[in-house]
Structures are given as C-alpha cells and as structure tokens.
C-alpha cells in the first residue's frame, strides 16, 4: 500500500483545513485508515480513524468536534477536515492504513504516507 497525504499548510487559529490521503496498492489488505500527528519534540500521536467498510469512526479528545474524518471508497481517499484549528495542532501530519489492534496506537498500522505539515498561527 502506498499512501499519499497533501493539504497541510499554514493557517490561522479557527481557520480549517483538509487533509487527503490517497491510497493505491492493496488497499483491501488494510480494515481502515488512521490520522497521526507529530510536533517537533513530542512523540507520534494519534488523531482519528475510519473504517473502509462501515464507515464507524473514533477520534481522539483532542479533535472531537472539531475534526472528521471521512472516506470515499471509489477513490481509496481518506480525509480529516479540520475546524477551529489551534496552534497547538501544529504538527506534521501522517495517514496510516490500519492493520489490527488497537487503532490509538502507531504499532497497529503497517504503511504510513510521508506527512504533510500544519502549521496553525495565533
């Protein structure tokens, strides 16, 4: 599986954003697609998840209610609207395709894409 993130970009607090993650390869292989994001200094975190095929999604605290994720099959895309950003959600963001476990956690995806940076401005 290949993953291909775009969107990031530089913005101002309570702006938004979308992110898109394009996958292409044996995308079937994968039960869904995971967002993580890293600032510098601090460790991978999780952000939100969807599952290919019922659509079901979970989110972390710090995005709930400001954060969807969202999925459109035909295309293998997966996508994090982003509102209200805040400059603490500045990071380089990464989608991941899910292979088992618990979906919180960077050690239950196989392939990461190669981040696109959000930078959120005060």
């Known amino acids: 599986v290949q993953l291909q993130a775009c969107g990031g970009g530089l913005v101002q607090a309570r702006g938004s954003l979308r992110l898109s993650c394009a996958a292409s390869g044996r995308t079937f292989s994968s039960y869904g697609m995971g967002w993580f994001r890293q600032a510098p200094g601090k460790e991978r975190e999780f952000v939100a998840y969807?599952?290919?095929?019922?659509?079901?999604?979970y989110y972390a605290d710090s995005g709930k209610g400001r954060f969807t994720i969202s999925r459109d099959n035909p295309k293998n895309t997966v996508y994090l609207q982003m509102n209200n950003l805040k400059p603490e959600d500045t990071a380089v963001y990464y989608c991941?395709?899910?292979?088992?476990?618990?979906?919180?956690?960077?050690?239950?995806?196989?392939?990461w894409g190669q981040g696109t940076q959000v930078t959120v401005s005060s």
């Open positions: 969807i599952n290919w095929n019922t659509g079901s999604t």
């Open positions: 991941a395709a899910h292979r088992g476990g618990a979906v919180k956690f960077t050690s239950a995806y196989e392939h």
